[in-house]
Protein backbone atom coordinates (compact mmCIF):
# COMPACT_ATOMS: atom_id res chain seq x y z
CA UNK A 1 0.00 0.00 0.00
CA UNK A 2 1.08 3.55 -1.04
CA UNK A 3 1.92 6.31 1.23
CA UNK A 4 -0.47 8.17 2.86
CA UNK A 5 -3.54 5.47 2.06
CA UNK A 6 -3.05 3.37 4.73
CA UNK A 7 -6.40 3.20 6.86
CA UNK A 8 -6.55 1.14 10.02
CA UNK A 9 -9.57 -0.56 10.50
CA UNK A 10 -8.01 -2.64 13.39
CA UNK A 11 -6.09 -0.97 16.02
CA UNK A 12 -4.49 -2.54 19.78
CA UNK A 13 -3.25 -1.40 22.64
CA UNK A 14 -1.16 -2.53 25.57
CA UNK A 15 -2.46 0.32 27.94
CA UNK A 16 0.93 0.19 30.26
CA UNK A 17 1.64 2.55 33.15
CA UNK A 18 -0.90 2.83 36.00
CA UNK A 19 1.48 1.67 38.20
CA UNK A 20 3.52 4.12 37.67
CA UNK A 21 1.61 7.06 36.65
CA UNK A 22 0.03 6.68 40.39
CA UNK A 23 3.76 6.14 41.44
CA UNK A 24 4.49 9.97 40.30
CA UNK A 25 2.00 11.32 42.15
CA UNK A 26 2.53 9.51 45.65
CA UNK A 27 -0.89 8.08 45.40
CA UNK A 28 -1.99 4.28 45.56
CA UNK A 29 -1.89 2.45 41.95
CA UNK A 30 -5.59 1.65 42.75
CA UNK A 31 -5.71 5.36 41.68
CA UNK A 32 -3.71 4.74 38.80
CA UNK A 33 -5.75 2.06 37.58
CA UNK A 34 -8.80 4.37 37.95
CA UNK A 35 -7.54 6.75 36.00
CA UNK A 36 -6.93 3.97 33.61
CA UNK A 37 -10.46 3.08 33.16
CA UNK A 38 -11.13 6.78 32.34
CA UNK A 39 -8.61 7.12 29.69
CA UNK A 40 -10.73 4.03 27.99
CA UNK A 41 -13.82 5.62 28.23
CA UNK A 42 -12.56 8.61 26.34
CA UNK A 43 -11.09 6.60 23.63
CA UNK A 44 -14.04 4.53 23.10
CA UNK A 45 -16.21 7.43 22.90
CA UNK A 46 -13.83 9.04 20.71
CA UNK A 47 -14.10 5.85 17.94
CA UNK A 48 -16.85 7.63 16.26
CA UNK A 49 -14.60 9.49 14.52
CA UNK A 50 -11.97 7.10 13.53
CA UNK A 51 -11.45 4.94 10.86
CA UNK A 52 -11.20 2.19 13.66
CA UNK A 53 -13.57 -0.97 13.27
CA UNK A 54 -12.10 -2.69 16.18
CA UNK A 55 -9.95 -1.36 18.94
CA UNK A 56 -8.20 -4.07 20.73
CA UNK A 57 -7.17 -3.72 24.60
CA UNK A 58 -5.01 -5.72 26.80
CA UNK A 59 -7.05 -5.46 30.18
CA UNK A 60 -5.89 -8.71 31.83
CA UNK A 61 -3.53 -10.68 31.09
CA UNK A 62 -3.33 -14.28 31.96
CA UNK A 63 0.28 -13.43 33.61
CA UNK A 64 -1.73 -11.04 36.03
CA UNK A 65 -2.67 -13.42 38.51
CA UNK A 66 0.52 -13.39 40.12
CA UNK A 67 -0.30 -9.48 41.25
CA UNK A 68 -0.92 -9.02 44.86
CA UNK A 69 -4.28 -10.17 46.01
CA UNK A 70 -5.36 -7.17 47.05
CA UNK A 71 -4.44 -4.93 43.37
CA UNK A 72 -6.15 -8.31 41.72
CA UNK A 73 -9.05 -7.32 43.79
CA UNK A 74 -9.05 -3.87 42.78
CA UNK A 75 -8.38 -5.02 38.71
CA UNK A 76 -11.41 -7.18 39.08
CA UNK A 77 -13.93 -4.38 40.82
CA UNK A 78 -13.30 -1.97 38.62
CA UNK A 79 -14.29 -4.56 35.75
CA UNK A 80 -17.67 -5.42 37.50
CA UNK A 81 -18.27 -1.39 37.86
CA UNK A 82 -16.79 -0.65 34.25
CA UNK A 83 -19.25 -3.20 32.67
CA UNK A 84 -22.32 -1.93 34.55
CA UNK A 85 -21.60 1.80 34.19
CA UNK A 86 -20.83 1.97 30.54
CA UNK A 87 -22.61 -1.01 28.93
CA UNK A 88 -25.83 1.56 28.36
CA UNK A 89 -23.25 4.01 26.52
CA UNK A 90 -21.71 0.94 24.52
CA UNK A 91 -25.68 0.44 22.92
CA UNK A 92 -25.91 3.78 22.65
CA UNK A 93 -23.36 4.21 20.31
CA UNK A 94 -23.45 0.98 18.36
CA UNK A 95 -20.43 -0.46 20.00
CA UNK A 96 -19.95 -4.56 19.74
CA UNK A 97 -18.41 -6.30 22.65
CA UNK A 98 -16.01 -9.39 21.88
CA UNK A 99 -13.94 -10.96 24.56
CA UNK A 100 -10.33 -12.41 24.31
CA UNK A 101 -8.80 -14.96 26.61
CA UNK A 102 -9.87 -17.62 29.27
CA UNK A 103 -12.26 -15.11 30.41
CA UNK A 104 -14.82 -17.92 31.24
CA UNK A 105 -12.27 -18.81 33.87
CA UNK A 106 -13.34 -15.75 35.89
CA UNK A 107 -15.12 -15.16 38.82
CA UNK A 108 -19.02 -16.23 38.14
CA UNK A 109 -20.78 -12.75 38.64
CA UNK A 110 -17.81 -11.16 36.19
CA UNK A 111 -18.45 -13.83 33.85
CA UNK A 112 -22.43 -13.37 34.17
CA UNK A 113 -21.74 -9.51 33.27
CA UNK A 114 -20.00 -10.51 30.24
CA UNK A 115 -21.99 -12.66 28.87
CA UNK A 116 -25.12 -10.08 29.41
CA UNK A 117 -22.76 -7.21 27.97
CA UNK A 118 -22.33 -9.56 25.07
CA UNK A 119 -25.58 -10.54 24.48
CA UNK A 120 -26.78 -7.19 24.46
CA UNK A 121 -24.34 -5.25 22.30
CA UNK A 122 -24.30 -8.22 19.85
CA UNK A 123 -25.83 -5.91 16.81
CA UNK A 124 -23.07 -3.62 17.60
CA UNK A 125 -21.28 -2.46 14.08
CA UNK A 126 -17.94 -1.29 15.80
CA UNK A 127 -16.20 -3.34 17.71
CA UNK A 128 -14.90 -3.36 21.30
CA UNK A 129 -12.35 -6.75 21.79
CA UNK A 130 -10.99 -6.56 25.73
CA UNK A 131 -8.38 -9.40 26.57
CA UNK A 132 -9.55 -10.61 29.41
CA UNK A 133 -7.32 -13.50 31.82
CA UNK A 134 -5.38 -13.54 28.15
CA UNK A 135 -2.05 -14.87 26.78
CA UNK A 136 -1.19 -15.48 23.28
CA UNK A 137 0.69 -18.26 23.66
CA UNK A 138 -2.14 -20.68 25.05
CA UNK A 139 -4.68 -18.56 22.61
CA UNK A 140 -2.30 -20.16 19.96
CA UNK A 141 -1.75 -23.28 21.49
CA UNK A 142 -5.87 -23.98 21.92
CA UNK A 143 -6.17 -23.01 18.52
CA UNK A 144 -3.83 -25.42 17.27
CA UNK A 145 -5.47 -28.37 19.22
CA UNK A 146 -8.69 -27.68 17.69
CA UNK A 147 -7.13 -27.69 14.06
CA UNK A 148 -5.62 -30.48 14.80
CA UNK A 149 -9.08 -32.06 15.63
CA UNK A 150 -10.16 -30.64 12.13
CA UNK A 151 -6.87 -32.29 10.02
CA UNK A 152 -4.13 -30.53 9.05
CA UNK A 153 -2.66 -27.52 11.04
CA UNK A 154 -2.13 -24.81 8.82
CA UNK A 155 -1.99 -21.10 9.26
CA UNK A 156 -5.15 -20.67 7.87
CA UNK A 157 -6.88 -23.59 10.13
CA UNK A 158 -5.25 -22.06 13.44
CA UNK A 159 -6.62 -18.59 12.27
CA UNK A 160 -10.06 -19.91 12.29
CA UNK A 161 -9.53 -20.63 15.73
CA UNK A 162 -7.85 -17.84 17.10
CA UNK A 163 -9.41 -15.51 19.80
CA UNK A 164 -9.47 -12.89 17.05
CA UNK A 165 -11.37 -14.99 14.09
CA UNK A 166 -14.41 -12.61 14.26
CA UNK A 167 -12.02 -9.60 13.83
CA UNK A 168 -10.61 -7.81 11.07
CA UNK A 169 -6.63 -8.21 10.56
CA UNK A 170 -4.76 -6.20 13.25
CA UNK A 171 -3.20 -3.19 11.54
CA UNK A 172 -1.50 -0.91 14.35
CA UNK A 173 -0.26 -2.30 17.62
CA UNK A 174 0.51 0.77 20.11
CA UNK A 175 2.18 0.12 23.48
CA UNK A 176 2.11 3.16 26.51
CA UNK A 177 4.50 4.03 29.10
CA UNK A 178 7.70 3.55 27.11
CA UNK A 179 8.14 -0.65 27.26
CA UNK A 180 9.40 -1.98 24.14
CA UNK A 181 7.85 -5.66 24.29
CA UNK A 182 4.52 -7.62 23.47
CA UNK A 183 4.40 -9.28 26.56
CA UNK A 184 1.97 -12.21 25.37
CA UNK A 185 -0.05 -10.43 23.40
CA UNK A 186 -1.54 -11.00 19.68
CA UNK A 187 1.63 -12.72 18.78
CA UNK A 188 0.27 -14.21 15.71
CA UNK A 189 -1.90 -11.24 14.90
CA UNK A 190 1.46 -8.85 15.26
CA UNK A 191 3.06 -11.13 12.14
CA UNK A 192 2.17 -7.78 9.54
CA UNK A 193 1.18 -5.19 11.58
CA UNK A 194 2.67 -2.07 12.53
CA UNK A 195 3.85 -1.27 16.06
CA UNK A 196 4.15 1.97 17.72
CA UNK A 197 5.77 2.75 21.27
CA UNK A 198 5.30 5.95 23.25
CA UNK A 199 6.41 7.12 26.50
CA UNK A 200 2.85 8.43 27.71
CA UNK A 201 1.69 6.90 30.89
CA UNK A 202 -1.80 4.73 29.84
CA UNK A 203 -4.03 7.23 32.01
CA UNK A 204 -2.22 10.30 29.96
CA UNK A 205 -3.36 8.67 26.63
CA UNK A 206 -6.02 10.67 25.23
CA UNK A 207 -7.79 10.35 22.36
CA UNK A 208 -5.23 13.24 20.09
CA UNK A 209 -2.81 10.60 20.99
CA UNK A 210 -4.44 7.91 19.08
CA UNK A 211 -5.15 10.49 15.83
CA UNK A 212 -1.48 11.51 15.64
CA UNK A 213 -0.82 7.45 15.86
CA UNK A 214 -3.73 7.00 12.84
CA UNK A 215 -1.99 10.00 11.24
CA UNK A 216 1.73 8.53 11.94
CA UNK A 217 0.37 4.63 10.83
CA UNK A 218 -1.21 6.66 7.19
CA UNK A 219 2.27 7.68 5.94
CA UNK A 220 3.62 3.92 6.59
CA UNK A 221 4.37 1.92 3.60
CA UNK A 222 2.88 -1.55 4.45
CA UNK A 223 4.52 -4.40 2.23
CA UNK A 224 3.88 -7.38 3.77
CA UNK A 225 7.04 -9.36 2.87
CA UNK A 226 7.54 -7.76 -0.38
CA UNK A 227 9.41 -5.00 -2.04
Known amino acids: MADGDAVARHVAIIMDGNGRWAKKRHLPRAVGHQRGVEAVRKLVRSLKDTSIECLTLYAFSSENWKRPE ?13 IKSDLPEFIANDVKLHILGDWRGLAPDIVQLLNEALDSTSNG ?19 AALAAKEGAITPDAIERHLDT ?21 LLWQCAYAEMMFTDVLWPDFTPEHLSQALDEFARRERRYGGR
Do not use: W
Open 125 to 143: RRTLAVALNYGSQQEIARA
Open 165 to 185: APLPPLDLLIRTSGEVRLSNF
Open 70 to 82: DEVDDLMNMMRKF
